[in-house]
């Protein structure tokens, strides 16, 4: 994969619908242009203890952070006292990752894996899989998901559990959008924005003061189609959280939080 500092969408930007996309999206100067601007301790202090008390109630020691990205909660986990180790598919990532957990004091053992073929690459069983920030949304096809999740599912123990979030696509997909569905990340520096909403694609905007602008193409996954998925699959028992709280009005949340218990 080159890496570049521009995104390459092509000359239709809304028929890229393909999960390998993903590669070309998350590239160097992304990766830096997030870290600038979303700093960890602001988004440490929205998420709150959300994720270290759902890892430690259940007696979680060993987690796989399969989306990485600039290493934020891989980072959070080691300093939570966790055995961590870090996957993503995009090396641009990983790379950023790894500097920024040496500048908090930690050196990060990453693997660089896609989700399809991660029994191939990683090696171990783990407590629990982590895979945060919406990113099980570039998965463009049913087979994809179904196939990533089987392989996390081979790599947890027998009593492991799988920690995924997402947007709330529902409210995205049923009641349109239009400027009041701008999300904005850690106050106003960063937006983002449907510039296009079908049932096979969500094409989102994201906006920096500076003037700069990059785009992600993701599949809207409506949340109860999810859960179906992670039931089919073998997870026994699943709780979604609203913004990390366990009772929500459906169409209120930005984001979903899944718990999957194996056993
Ligand atoms: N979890 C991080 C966070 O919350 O800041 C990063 C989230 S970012 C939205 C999604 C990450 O998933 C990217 O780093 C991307 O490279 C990775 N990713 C997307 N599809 C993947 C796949 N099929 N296999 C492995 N990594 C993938």
């Known amino acids: 994969m080159d890496s570049t500092h521009a995104q390459s969408f092509g000359d239709n930007p809304i028929e890229v619908r393909e999960t390998d996309h993903y590669k070309h999206e998350y590239i160097e100067g992304i990766a830096d242009k997030w870290d600038e601007l979303i700093d960890w301790d602001t988004r440490a202090k929205n998420e709150g203890d959300f994720f270290i008390s759902a890892l430690k109630e259940r007696g979680v020691k060993k987690v796989l952070d399969v989306s990485t990205g600039t290493g934020f909660h891989s980072v959070r986990l080691l300093k939570a006292g966790f055995e961590v180790v870090s996957v993503d598919g995009?090396?641009?990532m990983l790379a950023k990752a790894f500097e920024n957990a040496r500048k908090h004091g930690y050196i990060l053992r990453t693997v660089l894996a896609d989700w399809r073929f991660l029994n191939r690459d990683v090696h171990g069983e783990y407590d629990a899989i982590i895979c945060l920030g919406n990113s099980f949304t570039h998965l463009f096809k049913e087979r994809d998901r179904r196939k990533a999740l089987a392989e996390y599912y081979a790599m947890l123990k027998h009593d492991g559990l799988l920690v995924l979030d997402q947007r709330n696509y529902d409210t995205i997909l049923d009641h349109g959008y239009s400027s009041k569905h701008i999300y904005?990340?850690?106050?106003?520096?960063?937006?983002?924005?449907?510039?296009?909403?079908?049932?096979?694609?969500?094409?989102?905007?994201?906006?920096?003061?500076?003037?700069?602008?990059?785009?992600?193409?993701?599949f809207p996954l409506r949340k109860n189609y999810l859960r179906r998925l992670m039931k089919e699959v073998g997870f026994q028992k699943i709780e979604t959280y609203g913004d990390f709280q366990e009772t929500y009005h459906e169409a209120e949340p930005d984001f979903f939080t899944h718990v999957a218990e194996k056993r």
């Not at 520096?189 to 905007?205: C, I, M, Q, S, Y």
Request: glycine residues 8%.
């Open 90 to 92: 995009s090396a641009d």
């Open 184 to 218: 904005h990340y850690c106050g106003e520096n960063v937006t983002a924005e449907p510039e296009h909403v079908d049932e096979g694609l969500t094409r989102f905007k994201y906006s920096f003061p500076d003037g700069s602008e990059f785009h992600l193409n993701m």
